[in-house]
Structures are given as structure tokens and as C-alpha cells.
């Protein structure tokens, strides 16, 4: 499933670039970067997704990715969403409001983020789903 298309939301100048470069190079995959909240719900109504990544804390306003993942999936429910953060405890909170096991900036070119990247994709085991 080549040109899955992946919405970016919050990442700073700096890690933006390289989560674009994972998903392009390793999952030939589109990113598109959006820095609010009210720019990701609208591309999510416009647009069709095959996965959402929020910034643990958005970069332009320093907002709660948390909340804003939380609000995006149950906006749209049937495209999966992640949190970018390697903080433990808020990867067990966005996952207990609806998102896929995500990953942080420091982990980006590991196996383990491959597969889940694969999985969120619709490329990977379909036991290991979680939506």
C-alpha cells in the first residue's frame, strides 16, 4: 500500500523534517505538516488520512497533543493517530484515549518504530491492530 498519506500536527523546525523523511524514505508515505489544532481538524474533514501524528506538546503553542489527539479521533475515528513522545506516561495516556502505541524523536529509526508505523499503516499483522 504505496502513498499512504500521514498528517503531521505540532512537531518543531527541526523534528518535522526528519519524521517526513522517515515515513517518505521507509514507508513511502506523504506528510503533511499543519502546526494547530483547528488546521488538523479541518484538513481531517477535507482530507483523506491514513494516519495522524500528534506532537506530545504542540510546537506553535505548546498546547496538549494529548487533548488534541483525544478531540481528533473521535472526530474521525476510523484513521489512526499516534503521539510522538518519548515520555512513557504520556504514551500510555494517549493510548488509553484512543491512540495506536506511538513513539519519540530519539527512537525514529528503530526497528520497533518501523513496525509500528507498519501496523498504524495497515501494513503489519492485523492481530496487532489496536483500532
Partial sequence: MSGSRVLSVGQCGFDGPQIERLFQQEHAARVESVDS???AAERLKDGQ???VLVNRRLDSDGSSGIALLAQLHAQSPEVPVMLVSDRTDAQD???ARGALPGF?????WT???AEKIRVALGRGAAEDRLV
Fill in 93 to 95: 495516556e494517549a493510548v
Fill in 37 to 39: 489544532g483547528e488546521e
Fill in 49 to 51: 488520512y491514513d494516519l
Fill in 104 to 108: 519519540g524523536k530519539s527512537e525514529l
Fill in 111 to 113: 526497528p520497533e518504530t
